[in-house]
């Protein structure tokens, strides 16, 4: 603790200490025990308020020390004489025991020394009709109570005094340093931490919160915001409510919103904040971003089931293709007999065969890496390929195809085969999603290092809520599916450095959008 302050806090002592004394000596006259002037105790009156103002404005603490010092001694010279009684001569001693608590020896013997001459001055010179030997009586007396004050003040008062202070102190540091620890913790801490009134109202928020929201401590303070998605605002009205009745939530997974609408995973505790007579103050919410851990248990999710894909994929490899191949061998000899009356049968079985063989391949694809035999390719030449391979469906189904192709060859570095698989499944979904005279728009182009492929058709569309499982394996919304198309698609795209983004609404259609890597520079013409 500063020396000032400590000099301070002994001043308010020693105020209140003459602050008691005066009213003493005020009662003292009024009941006319003691007779002195009424002018005297407006001036003791006057001298105690002045003193207290000026500790409320909190003057220089040595400047007040010396006024309460000077101040009093005034008062207790002037009532002496003014009423003639040795009375007023306790209030010397008095002053003296109380300025113990400045624990200055120097203080208290220059003190003692001009006390002792002003009793005498008073004695002798102010009232000599008092009896020579009282005068003597009284100042041995006086002498004798000095010595025993400083000797109280060396073996008791002045470690009372200071053992008081160590401790008061010691528990302003502790309270000052845990206050301290618990703003740091607050302000630093990686989740984000609020205080709410019992109002729902913001109290306090802290930096990671604001990070983490969007909100700024000035928008949210006294205010009551929106941090949760619409869809959960009643089950946190509910949680509140519970909140204030005592309960507590601990590490509760929900859907909170930030500032902008984003929506995004969180963890969250909530529990009442209590004060030491058991009343609820407030509610403390600790919150932590979680989307990332919630993406990785998707992505962990989506590699078991490629396991498993795979695992299925090597045993229908060897299981199914080699008695297949026998089947479609007989099948094919049974096709060149013309005559044959089941012939129409056997070319349905044929196609069903061929069918199931497309499936086998797209199980192989899952059950080992995708080969890497790439080349230097022109992705108009595939995609025109691709829609030459379905021109005859597009007629048959009356489809219109619209085509907006960038003037210039796009060169990717990739293997030809799996990058001519990955359009035929889209454009073949796209034409499959449209009943009849629907329309397949392709649009080519290329920016900062990019192709970008855009295939969109005017089919049925895809609920926004089924979006997120596009790429699923064995997930498919057509009866006769496998459901790998799109999931080998987006796994050979994503293996060639690039990327599929799929937009589709219900009743108005799906567009697809492929980006991957230019290879070198763009070359001129097709």
């Known amino acids: 603790m500063r020396p000032l302050t400590i000099i301070h806090k002994r001043n308010l002592f020693i105020y209140y200490s003459l602050f008691i004394c005066s009213i003493f000596f005020i009662l003292l006259n009024l009941f006319d025990i003691v007779h002195y002037s009424h002018s005297y105790t407006l001036f003791i009156i006057m001298t105690i308020t002045a003193i207290g103002l000026l500790l409320y404005k909190k003057v220089h603490a040595r400047l007040i020390q010396a006024l309460l010092i000077v101040a009093w001694n005034t008062v207790l010279i002037l009532l002496t004489i003014d009423s003639g009684q040795l009375l007023f001569l306790l209030g010397f001693l008095y002053l003296l025991l109380i300025v113990n608590a400045y624990q200055s020896y120097m203080l208290n013997t220059i003190l003692a020394i001009i006390f002792v001459l002003e009793i005498a001055w008073i004695v002798v010179f102010k009232h000599p009709n008092i009896q020579l030997h009282h005068s003597v009586q009284i100042f041995i007396f006086f002498t004798l109570f000095l010595c025993i004050v400083g000797l109280l003040q060396t073996l008791y008062v ?39 009134d019992l109002n729902n109202k913001i109290i306090e928020v802290n930096a990671a919160f604001e990070k983490m929201y969007g909100w700024t401590r000035e928008e949210c303070i006294g205010k009551s915001i929106q941090l949760v998605a619409p869809e959960n605002i009643e089950a946190a009205n509910e949680r509140f409510s519970k909140l204030l009745q ?60 490629l396991k498993l894909a795979g695992e299925i994929a090597a045993g229908v490899a060897h299981e199914i293709r080699n008695p297949m191949t026998v089947i479609s061998g007989f099948i094919q000899m049974m096709n060149e007999d013309l005559q044959s009356p089941y012939r129409a049968y056997t070319g349905l ?20 890496p995708l080969a890497e035999q790439k080349n230097r390719l022109n992705l108009s030449e595939i995609i025109e390929d691709v829609f030459h391979f379905f021109e005859f469906q597009l007629e048959q189904r009356q489809i219109q195809l619209i085509q907006q192709l960038s003037k210039e060859a796009l060169f990717v570095y990739g293997n030809a085969n799996q990058i001519k698989q990955v359009f035929i499944n889209i454009v073949k979904n796209a034409i499959e999603a449209i009943d009849n005279d629907g329309t397949v728009t392709l649009i080519s182009c290329h920016d900062e290092g990019f192709a970008f492929i855009e295939i969109a058709d005017t089919g049925e569309g895809i609920p926004q809520h089924l979006l997120d499982y596009v790429f699923e394996p064995f997930y498919t919304t057509k009866a006769t599916g496998t459901g790998l198309g799109m999931m080998i698609s987006n796994k050979i795209i994503r293996e060639h450095g690039g990327i599929i983004h799929i937009h589709s609404e219900e009743k108005v259609g799906t567009k697809i959008t492929l980006k991957i890597p230019l290879h070198q520079q763009i070359k001129e013409g097709a």
């Open 158 to 196: 002045k470690r009372l005094w200071l053992y008081e202070e160590k401790r008061n102190m010691d528990k302003q540091l502790e309270l000052s340093s845990t206050e301290a620890y618990l703003k740091l913790f607050f302000n630093y801490a990686e989740d984000a931490m609020a205080v709410f």
């Open 246 to 305: 005592g309960e507590r939530y601990r590490l509760l997974e929900t859907k909170d919103m930030r500032k902008d609408g984003t929506v995004f995973d969180a963890q969250i505790s909530l529990a009442p904040i209590y004060n030491s007579y058991g009343d609820m103050l407030a509610v403390s919410v600790i919150s932590r971003d979680i989307s990332y851990l919630k993406e990785n248990e998707r992505l962990t999710l989506q590699s078991e089931k």
């Open 349 to 368: 079985i044929q196609s069903e065969i061929e069918r199931i063989d497309l499936i086998i391949s797209e199980f192989l694809v899952l059950s080992k």
